[in-house]
């Protein structure tokens, strides 16, 4: 018990203000659970047994004692304060937007989910800030993360079972503020994926003359279709420098909205992709990434266009710097060079 609560004849006492009144669970019938109640059987399950708001029943006894609870309580919560629940769903209500829902509170804790597939925005600023007030907790996923419908972007919760309206308002403050600051969007979002006609030119000789199967094709089109987008046109190119630029050119002049180059990305002197989307006449942002997988990648823009050479992991790694930029890319972002600096922190995913 903290230095906060006193109990005296059955009664806790918080701040003088909120009070629990403490009941046997023989003589609780009729009475309404000031918290939810879990049972937790190891292995098997974890969950609310009995909801905030409950009224006991005699046939409820056994159900309690079985949790080892002997005693509930009875809650009068002071005039400055709120309950574990109430404060959860006012942070999660204050803090959600775009393409987001909510959940009901469970013993003190409100999901905030995705309704779409899309790119998570998160201001980390936001969630340390939170943080610091103490009592109350903000998790959430990384920003520029990959969410399906249904899939959990953060969790507000309570620590104690009563919260300090003022940490409460403070969160309220701080996405208020947020949203003044940029345009009325929120802190936590959901950016929608938009859908790509992209250009694809594999280039090697090997794969031009028909001396091997193509494996980079299959792979991107995976890739794309995975998040809605799709390639339009598939064209080959061998290991020569003015051909590649040609097909570059004739991607750009039908219009595609990305143009992406697999093959001959590495340092080999017969590698010829780099320096034909060069000579394409694109502006490169950055040939190298400091992320492995994918650290050969280029990536650029044609015209205003996306382009990207794409390095041989992408055919076999789940995951490279491909699968980094590619979903900003669709949610609308433009990659500068301190999008690609910032990709070496964590990106450490193998060799």
């Known amino acids: 018990m903290s230095g906060h609560e006193q109990r005296v004849e059955g009664t806790i006492t918080r701040q003088g203000t909120t009070v629990l009144k403490e009941v046997s669970v023989y003589d609780a019938v009729g009475m309404r659970l000031a918290h939810d109640l879990t049972r937790i059987i190891p292995g098997q399950f ?12 005699e046939a409820d006894i056994p159900s309690l004692l079985d949790i080892g609870k002997e005693h509930i309580y009875i809650m009068e919560l002071g005039e400055n304060e709120l309950h ?4 959860a769903l006012r942070m999660a209500e204050a803090l959600h937007g775009e393409n987001l829902q909510i959940s009901e509170p469970h013993e003190g804790k409100v999901s905030i989910k995705s309704t779409i597939s899309g790119l998570a925005t998160v201001d980390k600023a936001i969630v340390d800030a939170i943080n610091e007030l103490g009592d ?5 996923i990384k920003t520029n993360s990959v969410v399906k419908p249904g899939g959990q972007l953060a969790a507000t919760r309570a620590i104690p079972l009563v919260v300090a309206k003022s940490k409460v ?6 996405a208020a503020e947020y949203r003044s600051a940029n345009n009325g969007t929120s802190p936590i979002r959901v950016r ?4 790509l006609r992209v250009g694809l030119l594999t280039t090697g000789s090997e794969v031009f003359n028909g001396r091997i199967e193509d494996k980079f094709g299959p792979a991107v089109r995976s890739k794309l279709e995975s998040i809605g987008s799709e390639v339009a046109e598939h064209r080959f190119a061998p290991d020569d420098r003015q051909t590649i630029v040609k097909e570059i050119h004739y991607l750009r002049d039908k219009r595609y ?17 780099p320096g034909a989307i ?15 997988p994918g650290s050969m990648l280029l990536i650029g823009y044609l015209d205003g266009v996306p382009i990207m050479g794409l390095p041989g992991c992408v055919m076999h790694d789940p995951y490279t710097s491909f699968d980094v930029l590619l979903p900003r890319i669709l949610a609308g972002d433009t990659i500068v060079r301190e999008d690609i600096v910032s990709m070496g922190y964590g990106g450490l995913y193998g060799c």
Not at 136 to 140: G, P, Q, S, V
Not at 169 to 174: F, M
Not at 192 to 195: G, N
Request: proline letters at 5%.
């Open 257 to 273: 909205d990305m143009i992406l180059v697999t093959g001959g990305m590495s340092v080999d002197p017969d590698d010829r992709t």
């Open 46 to 57: 974890k969950g609310r047994l009995f909801k905030r708001g409950h009224v006991v029943t």
């Open 192 to 195: 929608p994926f938009r859908k």
């Open 136 to 140: 109350i907790a903000l998790a959430t």
């Open 169 to 174: 308002e403070a969160v309220l403050r701080l």
């Open 84 to 87: 574990e629940d109430d404060a």
């Open 278 to 292: 060069k000579a394409s006449g694109a502006d490169i942002v950055s040939y190298g990434t400091p992320m492995l």
